[in-house]
């Protein structure tokens, strides 16, 4: 994914949740608030209401009271006009006539007129009940009740002093239902009489009360319903509005985030089109060094960078030609030391008694072994193998040297002691760096197969004269060449038979090692050399070189190896 | 390849290396021994018990030392060396400078 794409996307990830985020708080918020006014809109809706149905209630038993108490007064009015056409001792007679039966005893209708809420009665200044709706109660004292209804009495006690007496009072029905009653006591002017209206408070306010009650409850409820209605109409409102700000915030914030990612994207495209530049092989290559700090600090790194690794492959160049140079010359060099080898083996011209081969492997492209053979007569071979000290170019011209210092000095001297001596001499003067060369080196007379030969710190070849039978021969008796100005290197002498071998090998041989650090050794090549005792010289040889191929299992060869065999008389 | 100091006085610096003193070993320690070679002006007994593989270019360092002892009068003693590397010490003729000791003693008399 580009980084363009990937900074775009981010952008609008951290956008789009924080605008989900706002949307989704505002909406809670919105919800509480609006929640909040509504539950308090509804407590002051139901406040008002039942304040209002206190004051209706007030209102209306005040009205109430003043009705009862306009009723009674009415029919004490009336009362008193009729009572000044009659004689008022005889309550019996009083009590006959009808006319004023209907004005003194009578039923009190509820405000709605659908019911009885009490009566109107008279009775005396005494407290003898003279009209009454129950016939009963008429003739009797008022006073028999005041233990069962003291706040009853206490209005009839006080009306007889007051002119004006009413209150309320608690009654108990025959069926024990205990009812709330309000009494208004008025005088009829002129006479002992008083007149009782009395209603039951539950039957005459309640059902107006009930009504205002439910008027109230309808109220509320309508005013509740209008303010969820306007409640839920505003928080849709707010709702599109937020979300309409939200898309046009979205659409703000997209724009701008093109903007941003684009200013942030471009140098670091830029960047990235220098690396494919400098991939490319374009290390000149350079980036605009803008954008942001960081940014800019990397592409001035970068250019920096573009720079050195200019001037890296420059000098990479030059090395990799130097290299080149030096691998190509160190070819040329183990050409040339190999050219140096002698590689005409057999049969070697006029010479079918003999046999030899010789490989040498350098470790590194050239290497410090040498072997070399030649007639310095008819019937004498000379032959030599050797190890110059260390490896590579010095000791490839060392070898050269001393393999030429070798043929050189064969032809003033066949004796292999004196032939070294006078290496020795010659590699001495000026080895300021004590390099130095082993050699073994023999001459072989073909006709009686005498060997005289010389050991300068050279490991002793081994005298193969059959599988059973497989020897060193004695330890050198001279130092390794160069070392020792005076050294000397004595001469010893064996005789060869027909079909036996000298086997003579460098220390790179017995000195290979295996993945576990084991050497090869000595006693494992003469067990090897024994087993090919009877082998052609090149087989016995190349066989060999694959043994300690194969013992060495792919490790890095350490030291040149070189083999040498001789045998005498022409194997078949 | 590693040298180790064991000894350092007005007459003998004795040191001691182990690993193989091969290319390799010769570069690690041939600085150090040549530095100490020339600064000590002491005989040197080298303990070369732990050296497992001598090649011939260890010959050449410690041949390189021993002749540059021997220009101011010192000596360079090997002690206790293993077998192989005793051999190669030997046939490459290089005991005529270097002797070689087999115990404390007999490096003593040959210092």
Redesign the interface.
């Known amino acids: 994914m580009k980084i363009r794409t990937r900074l775009m996307l981010s952008y609008l990830a951290i956008i789009l949740l924080t605008t989900v985020g706002m949307v989704f708080l505002a909406n809670k918020m919105v919800d509480r608030l609006t929640s909040e006014n509504l539950d308090t809109a509804s407590e002051a809706v139901s406040a008002l209401a039942k304040a209002d149905n206190d004051l209706s209630e007030r209102i209306l038993t005040k009205f109430g009271e003043k009705l009862v108490e306009t009723k009674g007064h009415e029919a004490a009015a009336l009362l008193s006009l009729e009572f000044s056409k009659r004689d008022l001792q005889d309550y019996d007679v009083l009590r006959k006539d009808e006319e004023l039966r209907k004005i003194a005893a009578q039923n009190i209708f509820t405000p709605e007129g659908d019911g009885i809420a009490g009566h109107i009665d008279v009775f005396d200044t005494k407290g003898v009940a003279v009209w009454h709706l129950n016939s009963s109660v008429e003739g009797r004292n008022y006073a028999q009740w005041k233990d069962e209804f003291p706040a009853m009495w206490n209005l009839v006690q006080r009306s007889f002093t007051e002119d004006k007496v009413q209150g309320y009072y608690t009654f108990i029905t025959r069926d024990n239902k205990v009812v709330k009653k309000f009494m208004a006591l008025s005088h009829v002017p002129g006479t002992p009489f008083i007149v009782s209206a009395v209603v039951e408070i539950d039957k005459y306010f309640l059902p107006v009360q009930e009504q205002i009650r439910n008027a109230d409850k309808k109220a509320v409820q309508k005013a509740r319903a209008s303010i969820a209605q306007s409640t839920s109409s505003t928080l849709e409102q707010a709702r599109l509005l937020s979300l309409g700000g939200s898309l046009v915030l979205l659409g703000c914030t997209v724009f701008f985030g093109f903007w941003f990612t684009r200013s942030m994207s471009r140098p670091i495209m830029g960047l990235r089109d220098g690396v494919k530049q400098i991939g490319a092989g374009d290390f000149e290559a350079q980036v605009p060094e803008r954008g942001p700090e960081e940014v800019k600090q990397l592409a001035q790194t970068f250019n920096n960078l573009g720079r050195q690794l200019a001037q890296y492959v420059h000098r990479l160049a030059e090395a990799a030609a130097a290299r080149q140079r030096m691998e190509s010359e160190l070819s040329i060099a183990a050409e040339i030391q190999k050219s140096l080898l002698p590689t005409n083996f057999s049969p070697l011209p006029g010479h079918e008694d003999v046999d030899i081969y010789a490989l040498m492997q350098p470790a590194q492209n050239v290497g ?1 072994d040498f072997y070399d053979f030649f007639f310095i007569d008819e019937e004498n071979l000379c032959f030599a193998i050797g ?5 590579g170019v010095p000791a490839a011209i060392l070898m050269a040297v001393t393999k030429s210092l070798l043929e050189t000095g064969s032809g003033e001297s066949s004796d292999p002691g004196q032939l070294l001596k006078q290496v020795n001499r010659r590699l001495f003067v000026n080895n300021e ?4 060369v ?1 050699i073994f080196c023999g001459v072989l007379n073909l006709k009686d197969g005498q060997l005289i030969y010389a050991n ?4 002793s070849p081994m005298l193969v004269r059959g599988q059973e039978s497989v020897e060193f021969l004695a ?2 008796a ?3 060449l160069g ?2 100005e005076d ?1 000397v290197f004595p001469t010893q002498q064996v005789t060869l038979k027909p079909g036996e071998t000298l086997f003579a090998f460098t ?1 790179g041989v017995t ?1 290979a090692v295996d993945k576990e650090g084991h ?1 090869f050794s000595k006693q494992h090549l003469a067990k090897l050399v024994s087993q090919q005792a009877d082998s052609p010289v090149r087989h016995l040889v190349e066989h060999l070189f694959k043994e300690v191929e194969a013992f060495s299992q792919g490790m890095d060869q ?2 040149d190896i070189t083999i040498m065999a001789l045998r005498l008389g022409k194997t078949a | 390849m590693e040298l180790k100091v064991i000894r350092g006085d007005l007459r003998l610096t004795r040191i001691a290396l182990s690993g193989k003193l ?2 390799e070993g010769e570069g690690q320690i041939g600085d150090e021994f040549k530095h100490l070679v020339d600064t000590s002006k002491t005989n040197f007994l080298v303990d070369m018990s732990q050296v497992s ?1 001598l ?3 260890g ?2 360092l410690l ?2 030392m021993a ?1 540059s002892l021997a220009s101011s009068g010192k000596k360079m003693v090997v002690l206790n060396p293993q077998p ?1 590397v005793e051999e ?1 010490l ?5 005991a ?2 270097i002797p070689i000791a087999h115990d404390e003693d007999q490096a003593s008399r040959l210092l």
């Open positions: 410090g190890d110059v000290c260390g490896k760096n004590c390099v130095f082993t300068g710190g050279h490991d330890p050198p001279g130092p390794a070392l020792f050294a220390d000195e050497f350490a030291d | 091969d290319l593989y090649a011939s270019l010959i050449r041949f390189t002749k192989m190669t030997m046939n490459s003729g290089t005529r400078l």
